[in-house]
């Protein structure tokens, strides 16, 4: 292990961070390993026409990185004192359209930049999500770890965090050593899993035991959109359950499966197994049976919720008599799965639809639609007065044009990270959440610090997919709609040209795959660019 330096200045972007002091010294007694820390995280549609730029991240660096991770944001906490920790630059965004060149290369040159800055290390924790799309790249993630791997070189142990909806290419699981994703969807073990690819690491440098000797990686050629991949239900709960028992085998050191994401048309975007460990039959053996599981149940999967079309979900939740509220799913235009945000084609229906022209009409609530023509209107007349404007379809007008709100304003909300501005239009008996910048509700609080009151609602539409667990727990039924956006859930309609073929589920006959493992070797520099 190299020996922790004494201090250590980094500059980042005209901004000083210092790691220096106490630390070091500390670290430089006990010999501490050197961790740096950097990753680029969002998932992103090709099929959708927005572009993701550098405002659409949160960039973060220095002890601001550290800070977002809860097992190291204090000084003290067991994590925290096993390694000098070097954070040099993690992006995050919403997920949205693809990255735009200029966006990844910046971010890129300043990780470069600050690994340099802090060398020698002795480990990386890559921080990812393993869907960003890129113009003009198929695998961006590996590309980027290809290029921290020039700078810190072979020997550094590299452990990948990532979303088990992200792609695993051969290309990305030769430069990392240790790679781990989440085990659940929704994703509530999503700091869990980041946790322990910071174990993983430190556990191999602490004991001097260097990088795993053998790494098994399986393509499975299955792509299923995330919500009928839901660990609340079969079959994912038991796959994925059977994951923490392989781990605990001599000989294996972690495991993982990874569904990819359906919504950019790449050669990687399919399903991945892999498996890693210092006894070769171990690894490959448990790689294998999951691979297997994994096929055995591929005709299985459904959506998590019953799917149907929009009319027929507003049916339903209209005669609904149970408790409130009855959600509805707006799923093709889901932000958090790389959709634009601001299609307004299910608004629109709603608009139109007489049950909601009244006042005294079924209380329901959209959220929501970027409208900043809207918002300026509110801001102009504030709560009380009455807009008339146009919002959505800014971005994505391929499904329907801009719709016309003439409501009153019941609510003005300034200074939310995601959205900036948040109004609540009063249109007939809808309360339209209308932002400046497109934001999902995924809390009880996004609705009630605007003075909503969800649960009373007869209706709630929502553009999400699955439902996150606060709203879960809160629905009294719940409809999925099948409407159309740049993450359409009926992937029968995506239009594929590049993904390799065939493929479940979009041919259902096709023949039994090779799921032997693939042994991938040391991660190397040799012809990387």
Partial sequence: MIRARSTLVLLFTGQLFACGGDAEDRAAAVDLPRVAIAGIHIESSTFSPAQTTLDG????????????????????SPARERAVWLPTLRGRATPGGIVTRETYESMTEEILAGLEAVLPIDGLFFDIHGAMSVVGLDDPEADLLERIRVVIGSDVLVSTSMDLHGNVS???????????????APHEDALESKERAVDNLLDRLEG???????????????????EKTSTRVEPARSLYEAVDPITRRDGVIDAAIWMGYPWADEPRNHAVVMTYGDDADAVAQAAEELAAHFWRVRHQFEF?????????????????RGPRPFMISDMGDNPTAGGA???????????ERPEFQASDGPNLIYASIPGPAVVEAALAVGEGGHVDALAGAIVDDRYAPPVRLEGTVEAIRQGDRAAEVEVVVRVGSLRVIVTQRRKPYHLESDFTNLGLDPRSADIVVVKIGYLVPELYEMRGDWLMALTPGGVDQDLARVPYERIQRPMIPLDPDMPDPDLSARMIPLANTAGVR
Avoid: C, N
Wanted: glycine share 8%; net charge negative.
């Fill in 208 to 226: 001097g035991f260097g990088k795993p000797a053998y790494k098994a990686w399986i393509p499975v050629p299955i792509l299923l959109p995330g």
């Fill in 170 to 184: 051969e290309r990305l699981a030769l430069q990392t050593d240790l790679i781990t994703a989440y085990r659940m």
């Fill in 304 to 320: 998590v919720a019953p799917t149907t079309t929009l009319p027929e979900a507003l049916e339903t939740a209209l005669s609904h």
């Fill in 57 to 76: 991240f949160r960039v973060a660096r220095g002890e601001e990185i550290l800070a977002s991770y809860p097992f190291l944001m204090w000084e003290g």
């Fill in 341 to 351: 945000g601001d299609v307004t084609w299910t608004l629109a229906r709603l608009l």
